[in-house]
């Protein structure tokens, strides 16, 4: 995670020093017009417009200072709730810190309340849903990693959501507690599904889909890219499942250095992990077999072996496409509201 705090005085300095100091575990970068003690200072290449849009693909960006500063520095770059990062200011005294940009999905909600908790800055939240105590499903949805499919959706659930509860149901175990604004249900006109499947249980519906799904991928030699991608797809496809739910991938360890898999899965984002004929060959569990797969690399079954070996259960077997053989496997997953 990565954060450009942004200071324009020195007493705002000390405050993005303060802001700096509580980020545990973020990447930061200060940047401030002030000239230091020793002397020195570093101002806004281009000035703070065009700087901004320069980093504005970080995760957050936080100002100290007038608020409008921080209204005209980002309203260049402002293009999509799914893709803004978070945006705060805070004042110099310390005394308040005020999400402006991507409450929920970007995460600036959240953040404001952990600047809170380290240096006593009252957060200023202002987004409907928050102030109500109804539920905000992007946020909630984003803090739970799952993707959102439809922004037009989740607007419609956040704006009912303030005049009635709206119903919800989900492949997972239900937590005890529900959040204020939901009842389960798998009916109505407007509701919140949360599967890795193709679900649309209401007349419209929001589908949060959890990351929650492991590939096993074999191939031959000189397998492309494309077809690995094309077959992954089509089994999703023709399983009714969605390929946001991918949190990784698997293979043994012999294709470590396959161009086709390698790019696959780093186009698509996908983590990618080898196991050794003799790991594979410990996972256990009955797996479709071929003779020729073990005498040609050591074990029985790569892919449906490889999607299970750090646990869970193939709803997919083995299926070969495009020279590549692949295997789902759902990991055990669940959700709470606390």
Same mark, same amino acid.
């Given at each position: 995670?990565?954060?450009?705090?942004?200071?324009?005085?020195?007493?705002? !300095?000390?405050?993005?020093?303060?802001?700096?100091?509580?980020?545990?575990?973020?990447?930061?970068?200060?940047?401030?017009?002030? !000239?230091?003690?020793?002397? $020195?200072? $570093?101002?806004?290449?281009?000035?703070?417009?065009?700087?901004?849009?320069?980093?504005?693909? #970080?995760?957050?960006?936080?100002?100290?200072?007038?608020?409008?500063?921080?209204?005209?520095?980002?309203?260049?770059?402002?293009? #999509? !709730?799914? *893709?803004?990062?978070?945006?705060?200011?805070?004042?110099?005294?310390?005394?308040?810190?005020?999400?402006?940009? #991507?409450?929920?999905?970007?995460?600036?909600?959240?953040?404001?309340?952990?600047?809170?908790?380290?240096?006593?800055?009252?957060?200023?939240?202002?987004?409907?849903?928050?102030?109500?105590?109804?539920?905000?499903? @992007?946020?909630?949805?984003?803090?739970?990693?799952?993707?959102?499919? *439809?922004?037009?959706?989740?607007?419609?659930?956040?704006?009912?959501?303030?005049?009635? @509860?709206?119903?919800?149901?989900?492949?997972?175990?239900?937590?005890?507690?529900?959040?204020?604004?939901?009842?389960? *249900?798998?009916?109505?006109?407007?509701?919140?599904?949360? *599967?890795?499947?193709?679900?649309?249980?209401?007349?419209?519906?929001?589908?949060?889909?959890?990351?929650?799904?492991?590939?096993?991928?074999?191939?031959?030699?000189?397998?492309?890219?494309?077809?690995?991608?094309?077959?992954?797809?089509?089994?999703?496809? @023709?399983?009714?499942?969605?390929?946001?739910?991918?949190?990784?991938?698997?293979?043994?360890?012999?294709?470590?250095?396959?161009?086709?898999?390698?790019?696959?899965?780093?186009?698509?984002?996908?983590?990618?992990?080898?196991?050794?004929?003799?790991?594979?060959?410990?996972?256990?569990?009955?797996?479709?077999? #071929?003779?020729?797969?073990?005498?040609?690399?050591?074990?029985?079954?790569?892919?449906?072996?490889?999607?299970?070996?750090?646990?869970?259960?193939?709803?997919?077997?083995?299926?070969?496409?495009?020279?590549?053989?692949?295997?789902?496997?759902?990991?055990?997953?669940?959700?709470?509201?606390?």
């Amino acid at each position: 995670m990565r954060a450009v705090l942004f200071a324009f005085t020195g007493r705002g !300095k000390d405050q993005a020093l303060r802001v700096r100091d509580a980020l545990k575990g973020w990447e930061t970068e200060l940047r401030t017009s002030a !000239k230091l003690a020793d002397g $020195t200072f $570093t101002a806004y290449d281009g000035g703070l417009p065009d700087y901004t849009g320069a980093v504005f693909d #970080s995760d957050a960006l936080i100002f100290v200072g007038a608020a409008g500063i921080a209204v005209r520095a980002i309203a260049p770059h402002v293009a #999509s !709730k799914k *893709s803004d990062p978070a945006v705060l200011c805070l004042d110099e005294a310390g005394g308040f810190v005020i999400p402006i940009l #991507s409450g929920h999905i970007g995460g600036a909600n959240r953040l404001a309340r952990e600047i809170d908790r380290a240096i006593d800055a009252t957060p200023v939240i202002t987004t409907a849903t928050d102030v109500n105590g109804r539920f905000s499903v @992007d946020a909630w949805a984003t803090e739970h990693g799952m993707a959102v499919t *439809s922004m037009r959706a989740a607007k419609a659930v956040s704006a009912e959501i303030l005049k009635r @509860d709206i119903p919800i149901c989900a492949d997972a175990p239900r937590p005890e507690r529900l959040a204020g604004g939901l009842v389960w *249900s798998d009916r109505g006109d407007l509701g919140v599904c949360v *599967s890795y499947r193709n679900a649309a249980p209401f007349d419209e519906t929001l589908l949060l889909v959890p990351r929650v799904l492991r590939l096993g991928i074999g191939c031959r030699r000189g397998t492309p890219a494309r077809a690995i991608r094309d077959a992954v797809y089509q089994v999703f496809t @023709d399983h009714g499942l969605r390929t946001e739910a991918i949190r990784e991938a698997a293979s043994i360890d012999v294709k470590a250095d396959e161009k086709g898999l390698l790019d696959c899965c780093e186009a698509l984002g996908w983590p990618l992990t080898f196991y050794t004929a003799e790991q594979l060959n410990a996972v256990p569990g009955a797996f479709t077999p #071929s003779s020729f797969v073990r005498q040609t690399v050591g074990v029985d079954n790569v892919c449906e072996r490889a999607a299970v070996a750090d646990g869970g259960r193939i709803i997919v077997p083995k299926t070969a496409l495009n020279g590549a053989t692949v295997a789902v496997a759902e990991l055990k997953w669940g959700f709470d509201f606390d």
